[in-house]
């Protein structure tokens, strides 16, 4: 099946208008031939009719002598002098004394009997095509029998060549060809302006789906045809409801977040109050552990709900530099260096929380671990066929127990937040961190950073949305 609906339109017009065109030429060619053939009829029986009275004003007497000349007279066209022209007539007694008169143009040749071994009944007037003739011409030939008044018995024939007609069916032809040509090119030109401003709106839409996936828009815009404009509508309600919904998921998980640090703060106060004690380090462990699990758990779910919101894009350039500003005033006492380097503008997609959250697991997680300087860079760069942005934050700090190949050792970049012996070096942002990244259809790397000596973390976020993480 043709896979695509402009291609289903043009050939469907196509094999209608081929058919059409055909059964109409077929029609037309018949409907000429048997007018031109009803024209030649109509014009030999005037003919016949005109010999025939000669016959008979002739027959009372000696007809040998006078019957030629006088049908000739009557006649009074040359092509039935000329020999061999096409035009004969044959005048035939059938009762004695027999004699038959022909045509000059006849010369010394015989038109053929109208109906072998049988003779034409009596007033009627017999039609008999494709008879062959002198110098082998098809000719079409009527015959007439009749009986005059003294009791003699004719036979009149009167014929003519067909190549004439022939030769105005094959221009005929030709000339319909030519015009249905030129009809058939009319009616494509017009089938396929049809299918492109079918396939326009569809179109529209499309790229109307394609901002509202990449972020650029929230909605499906544009001025369409009613019956289009009727799904868009349905469809932006849909995009609509499902913006509400995330929103709402959101607003409960911050609810639930909230309604859950004060319980736990409390215990791990209620710990420390009993500090000292083998069951307070245990219950700070676990409160601990609860917390761990709260924040990846909250972060996962913001995340998945702001990639499955489409349309939700934010400046990462932005983003990270109101994040930066504040960490340079959280960390002044350290005097840390910050080296930075992005362009004005790196749309990303998912929602600037998610984002804020992820800058601030990587950039405290950084700053923690920095000795005097902190770097970050945000360059173009695409993977796996997608544009997107690859974020680069560098320390001068310990970094990690890096492989030779200067990557964190895979059971320490995939090790759950509740691993308490990761926690010294990087923290929970990292599990956190990595969370978001993947939840928003990105990827994330810690490596041995090249340009400051400690830690590299690199990130790639894509510019749009897409159904899952390049690998």
Not at 45 to 54: R, S
Request: hydrophobic share 45%; glycine share 8%; charged share 20%.
């Amino acid at each position: 099946m043709v896979a695509t609906l402009r291609a289903q339109w043009i050939l469907i017009a196509l094999g209608v208008t081929t058919l059409s065109l055909a059964a109409l030429a077929l029609w037309l060619q018949n409907e000429f031939h048997d007018h031109l053939e009803e024209l030649a009829v109509a014009e030999l029986h005037h003919q016949l009719d005109e010999v025939t009275a000669v016959v008979t004003e002739l027959s009372g007497g000696d007809a040998s002598g006078g019957l030629p000349q006088r049908v000739s007279e009557q006649l009074g066209d040359l092509r039935w002098q000329k020999p061999y022209s096409g035009w004969y007539w044959q005048i035939e007694r059938r009762s004695e004394p027999r004699g038959v008169w022909t045509s000059r143009s006849l010369w010394d040749q015989r038109l053929p009997e109208a109906v072998e071994g049988e003779e034409v009944p009596l007033g009627r007037v017999h039609r008999i095509s494709s008879v062959v003739g002198p110098d082998g011409q098809k000719l079409l030939v009527l015959a007439r029998t009749l009986v005059t008044e003294e009791g003699s018995r004719w036979r009149v024939q009167v014929a003519r060549d067909q190549a004439q007609l022939e030769w105005l069916e094959a221009d005929f032809r030709h000339e319909l060809a030519w015009a249905l040509t030129g009809v058939a090119a009319l009616l494509l030109a017009g089938g396929l302006l049809q299918s492109y401003l079918g396939i326009r709106p569809l179109q529209q839409v499309r790229r109307a789906l394609e901002a509202v996936r990449s972020g650029q828009t929230e909605q499906v815009t544009g001025r369409y045809p009613e019956e289009i404009a009727e799904v868009v509508a349905a469809l932006n309600h849909v995009l609509a409801t499902l913006r509400q919904q995330n929103e709402a998921a959101r607003t409960q998980l911050g609810a639930l977040a909230h309604a859950l640090k004060t319980p736990l703060a409390a215990i791990v106060q209620i710990t420390r109050e009993g500090a000292g004690q083998p069951w307070a380090m245990r219950i700070e462990a676990q409160a601990e552990l609860a917390h761990q699990h709260v924040r990846h758990y909250l972060a996962l779910a913001r995340a998945e709900a702001s990639r499955a919101a489409l349309g939700k894009r934010a400046n990462l350039a932005e983003v990270l530099a109101k994040t930066l500003a504040a960490f340079e005033t959280i960390f002044a006492e350290r005097a840390l260096r910050w080296e930075r380097c992005w362009p004005a503008i790196c749309w990303v997609v998912g929602d600037a929380r998610d984002l804020i959250e992820l800058l601030g697991n990587l950039l405290e997680n950084a700053a923690r671990h920095a000795t005097s300087a902190v770097a970050v860079e945000v360059t173009p760069e695409t993977c796996a066929g997608e544009a997107g942005w690859r974020l680069r934050i560098d320390d001068d700090g310990p970094g990690f127990a890096a492989t030779a190949s200067g990557a964190v050792p895979a059971d320490e970049a995939n090790r759950d937040a509740s691993s308490p012996e990761l926690l010294p070096r990087a923290g929970l942002g990292m599990t956190v961190s990595r969370t978001i990244v993947s939840a928003l259809g990105g990827t994330i790397v810690w490596t041995h950073s090249e340009r400051l000596g400690g830690c590299c973390v690199s990130v790639w976020l894509p510019e749009r949305f897409q159904t899952r993480s390049p690998q």
